[in-house]
């Protein structure tokens, strides 16, 4: 059973529950009405013709049976009265009321109702000049049975028609309700590893369904991302490894075609071990871009730029010994203003990238300076190097895209896409200015941790 089928049940189950508690209400209260209304009368009937039969001396039996005749207000009416003994002394059309059994078991208290059969009646004692006179009135309501009948009926059809009227309102509301998430199954099927850019209508972002979409479209983009990734890494190694690796097999294959001297294999191997050294930093380069794209929940704390730059600078310039890495920073008064929100491991691998970069690229100096803005600290390097063509600065964040200047300096082309991805995560801004032959600079420009919070 699907759920459209389910809610429209459900929901007309309980428009059912509804209706039949309300009718019951409704009956009750209209039966409870007129059986009042009927007691108060057949009291006020008996207590007016016991005054007129015992009070008035000018009326007598054959008077108020005249008067019985013309005021005749309910279906087969009994009417008796009698002495404190039971001896009759007026009766009018008694049938149940003949019977001294009758007179007797109901004769208690002032007044007293009871019935008879489908008939109801009332007892009243009635006192006159220090006499006690006992009158029993007794009828069939045949308005409130009738009403009655009718009210049933009403009823009962008035419930079948809201039920009927429920479950078709509850199968098209259901079918409403329910239209969004066909659309979301709809949109689901669709998407597939190949449709993975694919995402479902978000609509106003407020209601549980609307949530919903948002939901699984941020799987949906964690799932993308894991996919690319997947493939970018599978491409790149696949790129980049073939060659280096047919070119080892296809040396080794030839040099191990006839005998070596040992001075020709130790050269050998020393090439070997050159190229595998260059392949582990390619794979170690292209594991470390994959977890920088994989990461999007990042941990961040706050951490001093400063220290983080002077910690890079520390693990570089011993494989530069011929250059000089140069910082230059003017302290603010307030140290806490060296204090961004980042990822330390991510931003020393950005730095470590942006410094190597230039000292690879540059015979000089190498410079890293600090400045300050009033809500930004911004970091540069620059050096006086080889520079990049102004025709190639806009994809040299592509993975594995150089210079065509550098083609004759070591290097993969990762390390510009890992700087800018990490800079991407960290919501910094990222510049680059850069001329041939005269060099390059990079700024990172961070947003202070003390303007954020």
């Not at 529950?17 to 009927?38: D, N, T």
């Not at 009417?79 to 059309?93: G, R």
């Not at 694919?198 to 369904?209: A, F, H, Q, S, V």
């Not at 991407?424 to 060099?439: M, T, V, Y």
Request: proline share 2%; aromatic share 12%.
């Amino acid at each position: 059973m699907n759920i459209k089928i389910r809610l429209s049940l459900q929901f007309s189950l309980i428009v059912t529950g509804i209706l039949l508690f309300f009718s019951f209400l409704v009956y009750y209260f209209s039966y409870e009405r007129h059986h009042a209304r009927f007691r108060q009368n057949i009291l006020d009937s008996a207590k007016n013709y016991a005054t007129l039969f015992i009070n008035v001396a000018e009326v007598d039996s054959i008077l108020l049976n005249k008067i019985q005749e013309q005021t005749f207000l309910w279906e087969r009416e009994e009417l008796a009265i009698t002495d404190t003994v039971y001896n009759i002394l007026y009766s009018n059309n008694i049938d149940y009321l003949k019977d001294s059994l009758t007179l007797v078991k109901n004769a208690y208290r002032t007044f007293h109702y009871f019935n008879v059969d489908e008939k109801e009646g009332v007892f009243v004692r009635h006192s006159f000049e220090n006499r006690t006179y006992y009158v029993y009135a007794l009828a069939f309501d045949k308005t409130r049975n009738v009403y009655l009948e009718e009210l049933r009926k009403i009823l009962f059809w008035s419930i079948m028609f809201s039920i009927l009227l429920s479950i078709i309102s509850a199968y098209l509301f259901a079918r409403k309700a329910i239209k969004p998430i066909s659309e979301i199954i709809k949109s689901v099927k669709e998407i597939n590893s190949l449709r993975l850019s694919n995402r479902l209508d978000e609509g106003d972002r407020k209601d549980e369904i609307d949530q919903l979409s948002v939901t699984f479209n941020e799987m949906l983009s964690d799932l993308e991302i894991a996919f690319r990734n997947q493939e970018d890494f599978v491409s790149n190694a696949s790129h980049e490894l073939r060659t280096p690796l047919s070119v080892m097999i296809s040396e080794t294959d030839y040099f191990l075609s006839r005998e070596r001297s040992r001075e020709e294999y130790v050269n050998h191997l020393s090439e070997l071990i050159k190229d595998l050294k260059k392949i582990n930093g390619l794979l170690t380069s292209l594991l470390e871009l994959a977890q920088i794209t994989k990461n999007r929940n990042i941990g961040f704390s706050p951490v001093r730029i400063d220290e983080i730059v002077f910690d890079t600078i520390h693990s570089i310039k011993n494989r530069y010994p011929e250059l000089k890495i140069i910082p230059r920073i003017e302290y603010p008064e307030n140290e806490d203003d060296l204090i961004v929100s980042g990822n330390e491991g991510l931003l020393m691998i950005a730095f470590k990238n942006l410094i190597d970069n230039a000292c690879k690229f540059s015979n000089e100096n190498v410079h890293v300076d600090f400045s300050f803005e009033k809500e930004r600290i911004n970091v540069s390097v620059a050096d006086s190097g080889i520079g990049i063509p102004q025709s190639e600065i806009d994809n040299i964040f592509k993975p594995f895209t150089r210079g065509s200047n550098a083609k004759f300096i070591g290097g993969f082309g990762i390390g510009l896409t890992m700087v800018s991805k990490i800079i991407k995560l960290h919501k910094a801004d990222f510049s680059i200015s850069s001329r041939e032959n005269e060099g390059t600079r990079i700024t990172l420009s961070f947003i202070r941790y003390n303007s954020v919070n």
